[in-house]
């Protein structure tokens, strides 16, 4: 008898025929004597017909209406999927995010998570009730408005509700089976992973893995939640993530009977700008940074080249997300009379390629594998950056799927046979 | 410098071109001067559409959830048209039921409104906002649950509003002019009434006019709020629904100057049912109803025969909503032998008349001139029912609208021309 959280995001609650599913699935959960919260989005695409009628009624939808609108969304699934299951003879129960006590701050859009008080999940939960919750919203208990908690906020209304009920485990279910040591589309011999550490499911997602939300995960970390991430179309054990005591946690501190590297992640969203002939003063990549981050845009890797022979002068790199690059550069462009560079680059045909593995921490010679699969392969690297965990390299978009590959057979991760592919986004 | 309650039902929502419309109306009101509040419906198809799903999902959905699902609907309204009025350069802010302090009984689908309360919405106002909220939906303090109200919901929440935050008017928007001396469908001479007194407009309501909510228009007769049913399509005045001191009240007490007969309302969801051969002996008539009333059903209009020369049997005839029929004729068959009755006859094929003047209570003759009116077209009349404003008739539905044409002529309704009808339902 264990208290389990499950999460189901939109594509598992397209229609009735789907909640019907996930209704069953939650039944036999319940039948096997566990205690049962989920954590349920929208219905399909649902969020983004809403978002679709707020742009036609307003160029720049108010904040707090646009979260009232988008709020709606998760109300309609999780009635639908408690009513599923009063058929299937259980009792179930449907919770806003503000009935289930998720309290965040009062940024509309994207609002942090300050506390969680699951008074009445508890009291459902004692009268023997599976708990419906309305994932991605919150409420500000100042303005006394409903908030959304932004991209991937379902995962994250279920690992918070895991930690606040001191869950024994979140399921977080999608159409894939896990997580892989590689994407299977791009990779055909990517492998399931049966466990990852946080550590390096951060790494993974923060560098174009798309199983998990880095954010959910981070919360995940934090608080101690062990996640089962699985499919929503398989009874199969999918991949714990999670370092910790739990038998299925990775064991703390002992990285060294982990292979080496846990898995590579692609990823081809983000773009390069380079500012060219920018005097080589100090203060000047400040100055630029300033500039970039002041338009909102999120900087990944950064190379400054080393001045040519005879001038004072350099170019600096670096990558950002595609959607952001624009903004961006015409950020700069406005001072490029101040900063005194002089020319833009604006580059959207590179991908990155990143090798993660707690293993690393205790291997030399890790970088140089990774660089040698790629020189035989007659791949060039554009930018290099490295963490305790972790090496990305910047390559043209079009070698991505062959780097991959040949990386992902370099690390002896490649299993027998190909993974199989569902037709979903992996969302 | 007012304050006025607006309503505005699905139709009038019913797209984005729609919700932008509205929200003009709205500021135009706002930049009268007057402070403005709102309650809206569901969007068009909305509720149905939710409905729809429900039943795709539950063979009887669970009342709770259908609550919460249904009154999603009009958090997608409201967000909107507060979303809608901002780029008009006015502030405005939507509020659920619950927000709006919209507090009601536990009786889901059917909650009736026990407080209202406010606070925020006077917060909003004070602030110079426009405030939108959510109609149709309340909320239970004890089960702490979300509510609804029912059929017409969003014209009683209207009028709750303007009761308690004594709004000088509340303004009820739909696709037509306003209340009619007929259907104009069916009386193209149907004139529209200036002006009306809540206890005439109720008889009307319940004897078939759709203009208006029976519940809405009781609760502001009890509350003394003046409404003004109007149309979204055009700014001519409406008509003024109300008994009291306002200008635009029917005086108190001098029904003596006003028309004998406000006007005349048609009624085809209704059928008849008659008991034939029940034993004339006391009792019997109270032994048929009762089992009527436990089968759901609301009986309208009793007539029962002097019994047969030489039987002890007796007929009794009643009119029931159409869809009360078939509940209500399975109870009286499980009974049969109980009561002792010989048959029951169904006829679906009537229909029923009636006039309606708070003139009748000091006029004699009224009913001579209905019944000489109908005898001369040749129309037989097979039920008559009275109240102290109005007469019913029940005729075939075949004679409705040539009876309907004929009364109207003979109070001396007709208008000059023939009224404008809009596509619509007039909801």
């Known amino acids: 008898m264990a208290l389990i959280v499950q999460k189901y995001g939109g594509s598992s609650v397209a229609d009735a025929e789907s909640i019907k599913r996930v209704a069953k699935r939650i039944v036999d959960t319940r039948r096997a004597g566990h205690d049962v919260v989920v954590a349920v989005s929208a219905m399909g695409d649902t969020t983004d017909e809403l978002l679709d009628l707020a742009g036609q009624v307003a ?12 709020s709606s969304g ?48 508890r009291e459902a939960l004692d009268e023997g009730a599976i708990v419906i919750v309305a994932g991605f919203q919150g409420f500000n208990r100042d303005t006394r408005d409903i908030t959304t908690l932004g991209r991937g906020g379902s ?20 159409d894939v089976d896990g997580v892989f040591t590689a ?22 997602a923060a560098n174009g893995a798309k199983v998990l939300y880095i954010r959910a995960v981070e919360y995940a970390r934090r608080h101690g939640v062990l996640i089962h991430a699985r499919s929503t179309f398989s009874s199969a054990e999918g991949t714990w993530v999670g370092t910790g005591r ?48 002041k338009s909102g845009a999120n900087v990944d890797m950064i190379v400054q080249n080393v001045s040519a022979a005879g ?19 015409k950020a700069l462009a406005g001072e490029q009379i101040e900063v005194g560079f002089e020319s833009l680059v604006h580059d959207d045909q590179i991908g990155k390629l990143s090798v993660v ?25 554009e930018m290099i950056s490295t963490s305790e965990i972790r090496i990305s390299v910047v390559l043209r978009a079009a070698d991505i799927a062959e780097a991959a590959r040949v990386v992902h057979t370099a690390y002896g991760l490649d ?13």
């Open 74 to 121: 998760e109300r309609i699934s999780m009635a639908l999927l408690a009513m599923a299951i009063h058929p299937m003879g259980f009792e179930a129960r449907s919770f806003t995010g503000s009935q289930a006590g998720m309290i965040t701050d009062a940024t509309h859009g994207a609002a942090r998570i300050v506390d969680v008080t699951p008074v009445r999940l």
């Open 311 to 329: 001038t004072a002068r350099t170019d600096i790199s670096f990558t950002l997300p595609k959607t952001d690059a624009t903004t961006a550069l």
């Open 357 to 381: 593995g707690a293993g690393m921490r205790t291997h030399s010679g890790v970088s140089a594998t990774l660089f040698e699969a790629l020189s035989t392969t007659g791949i060039n690297i």
């Open 155 to 174: 995962d994250t209304t279920a690992v918070a509700l895991a930690a606040a009920l001191e869950a024994d485990v979140c399921e977080i279910y999608s």
């Open 246 to 293: 739990h038998p299925h946690h990775v064991p703390e501190g002992e990285h060294m009977e982990e292979p080496i590297v846990a898995g590579v992640a692609t990823d081809l969203g983000q773009a390069k700008i380079t500012v060219v002939g920018v005097p080589d003063v100090p203060g000047k990549a400040a100055e630029i940074f300033k500039i970039v981050a």
């Open 415 to 427: 299993g027998d046979a190909d993974a199989t592919i569902y037709a979903g986004t992996g969302r």
């Open 59 to 70: 160029p720049i939808p108010a904040p707090r209406e646009l979260d009232m609108l988008l």
């Open 183 to 204: 994407d299977p589309r791009v990779v055909p011999r990517a492998r399931k992973l049966d466990r990852i550490s946080s550590e390096e499911m951060l790494e993974l």
